[in-house]
């Protein structure tokens, strides 16, 4: 079983949608990750929490330590937002090795 | 454009061979990590150097090595290579080494082994 489960595998949104994704772990983490890829391959980290909230632009992501849950945000979803949501994990006691998720693919739709 | 420069973009290999994949990290950054991603596992964490010693091993096979230069630029190499190899190899660099840090990535190696 993988430390780190993101839900929904896979979502489709239409354009101006509100969309979450899940992250769930079973560890404790020094620092939660969010990261964007996009179809052709390359990965930008969104985000970096390891408590509360940050915002940035429409997006916005939240992590609740004592759940070991995350949400990532998109508000009035685009298009351009289609890409794999990737959460990953740095585990208290795995130095700095990141742990990640499956990924939640989203398509927004115009 | 994330800074971090990783070469080759694309790379096909025959079984048994061997590559390097280089890497190199934003400017000012110490620290590099190397990743796997494939179909089947995902992305998963090999191995960070920090300033020029390895400081973090994950899932790396003994098949496979890694170094980081006095200038800071990393190799990762793979040996005897098998098709199950293919995958795409993403480098990544941080200021440091510690957890408080982001993570920039490279826009990978895509390697393809028949």
Redesign the interface.
Known sequence: KNEVEQSPQNLTAQEGEFITINCSYSVGI??L?W?QQHP??????LF?L?SGKKKHGRLIATINIQEKHSSLHITASHPRDSAVY?C?V?GSNS?????????TSLLVTP | D?GVTQTPKHLITATGQRVTLRCSPRSGDL?V?W?QQSLDQ????LI?YYNGEE????NILERFSAQQFPDLHSELNLSSLELGDSA?Y?C?SSVE?????????G??S?LTVV
């Open positions: 020094s620092a990750h990261l052709g391959g390359g990965i930008v980290s970096m390891s990737i990953a740095r130095g700095y090795a990141l742990n990640f998720g499956k990924g | 994330s620290s990590y990743y995902g992305l998963q964490f960070q400081r973090a091993k994950g795409l993403f990544a080494g510690g957890s408080g840090n982001t993570i920039y990535f826009e990978g895509w």
